[in-house]
């Protein structure tokens, strides 16, 4: 028996054309689903590419932020503290000193989501940083509760550490600025 569109009855042809315009239909819908789910798809990566280039910018403001306020309680630290007579000063309470503010700013580096970090070098410089703070406010702290019992020596250490620390932490200033300056290049 062979098939020709001339046997067909009108009904029948209508029914047959009707059976391939719903063919024609349903492979339309289905590539229009797959190209509608692909867009969705490539729009869904191009946002989270947009949210993540966000967050990083965000963090890096918040380490900036974070880096100067550091720079800027060293030499507070450094203002408060010139000499001998200024710890004996403040430890007597004659002279106030923030007695939490390298603290504070540590609280703020360990916040730091070390892993979202894009850089290894402000890894590095932000870990600097912390261990730096922990050894000034080591320092500061104990030069204050044993003044009495320090001598001279001892207090031109805890004086020449100041320093140190100062001029240090303005050098990795001074790095974690060239280091955000090369990553927001590289990200625009």
Same mark, same amino acid.
């Given at each position: ?21 719903? @063919?024609? @239909?349903?492979?339309? @819908?289905?590539?229009? @689903? ?11 990566? +191009? ?13 890096? %403001? ?27 000063? =403040? ?15 540590? +609280? ?15 890894? +590095? ?31 031109? %250490? =805890? ?9 240090? =932490? ?19």
């Amino acid at each position: 028996m062979t098939f020709s569109l001339n046997s067909l009855s009108p009904g029948d042809g209508a029914a047959f054309l009707q059976a391939i315009l719903s @063919a024609v @239909a349903i492979l339309y @819908a289905g590539y229009s @689903a797959s190209k509608q789910s692909k867009l969705q798809f490539e729009n869904s990566v +191009k946002l989270q590419k947009i949210d993540a280039k966000r967050r990083h910018l965000i963090l890096l %403001q918040a380490i900036t932020t974070l880096v100067e306020n550091t720079k800027n309680r060293v030499d507070y630290v450094d203002l408060t503290f010139p000499d001998r007579g200024s710890f004996i000063d =403040v430890a007597q309470k004659l002279k106030y000193y923030d007695l939490d503010c390298l603290t504070d700013i540590r +609280k703020n580096l360990d916040a730091i989501p070390i892993f979202e970090i894009p850089s290894p070098n402000l890894v +590095k410089f932000i870990l600097t940083l912390i261990s730096t703070i922990r050894q000034l406010d080591i320092q500061v702290e104990k030069a204050l509760l044993e003044y009495r019992s320090m001598g001279a020596t001892e207090f031109q %250490q =805890v004086l020449f550490t100041i320093q140190t620390i100062k001029n240090s =932490v303005q050098h990795t200033y001074d790095e974690v600025n060239q280091e955000l300056i090369k990553i927001k290049d590289a990200n625009e």
